[in-house]
């Protein structure tokens, strides 16, 4: 079975700055896709990047960016220009690319405090 | 453009009582699923659907039970509550789709007391 450990309970940033938000995960899989969600107070599970793991390039949208690292499995989240509205607890997921269930397998969440 | 929806968004239960937590989806997906998240922890899944008459266990599904009759409805069913069971809910589902993501409701909020 697959797990993801993101070893960062909390984390805090400065307004404007740049934080980096760790995750790893244990496959034995080859092919398999990964993602960041971002859950706010109000708690809506919301997409925030993601990754196929076939794909040698880090995905990025916008201010977010990904550093996938295959070999290390790694996969950390950069969030650029940090926002107040950034703030938010932050789940890495993965899910298989076979299998009957297909389901997203959570880390336990960093939660991010941006300070004004 | 509803997605997912649940109901109800909040519920208390006293210990031994039984409800469903509804979940309807309009995006013609296949695959649905229902998470628990526990405070301060991830999700976890408690069962999945493939497609209709379908069902399958997840990571947690002891307490639980789910139906799947049509492509549009995933209820879950929850039988003589625990206090274990305070949690948040989620449905979501998926098109089975090179990189779709799943589409996650706004949870449903459990207190069992």
């Known amino acids: 079975a697959q797990t993801v450990t993101q070893s960062q309970p909390e984390m805090s940033v400065q307004e404007a700055e740049t934080v980096t938000l760790s995750c790893t995960y244990d496959?034995?899989?080859?092919?398999?896709?990964l993602f960041w969600y971002k859950q706010p107070p109000s708690r809506q599970m919301i997409l925030v990047i993601r990754q196929e793991a076939y794909k040698q390039q880090n995905a990025t949208e916008n201010r977010f960016s990904v550093n996938f690292q295959k070999a290390a499995k790694s996969f950390s989240l950069k969030i650029s220009d940090s926002q107040l509205g950034d703030a938010a607890m932050y789940f890495c997921?993965?899910?298989?690319?076979?299998?009957?269930?297909?389901?997203?397998?959570f880390g336990s969440g960093t939660q991010l405090t941006v300070l004004p | 453009n509803a997605g997912v929806t649940q109901t109800p968004k909040f519920r208390i239960l006293k210990i031994g009582q039984s409800m469903t937590l509804q979940c309807t989806q309009d995006m013609n997906h296949n695959y649905m699923y229902w998470y628990r998240q526990d405070p301060g922890m991830g999700l976890k899944l408690i069962y999945y659907?493939?497609?209709?008459?379908?069902?399958d266990k997840g990571e947690v599904p002891n307490g639980y039970n789910v139906s799947r009759s049509t492509t549009e409805d995933f209820p879950l069913r929850l039988e003589l509550a625990a206090p274990s069971q305070t949690s948040v809910y989620f449905c979501?589902?998926?098109?089975?789709?090179?990189?779709?993501?799943?589409?996650f409701g706004d949870g449903t909020r459990l207190s069992i007391l």
């Open positions: 659907s493939v497609g209709a008459g379908i069902t």
């Open positions: 496959t034995s899989e080859s092919d398999y896709y």
């Open positions: 997921a993965y899910r298989s690319a076979v299998g009957s269930a297909r389901q997203l397998t």
């Open positions: 979501a589902s998926w098109v089975r789709h090179i990189n779709q993501p799943q589409h």
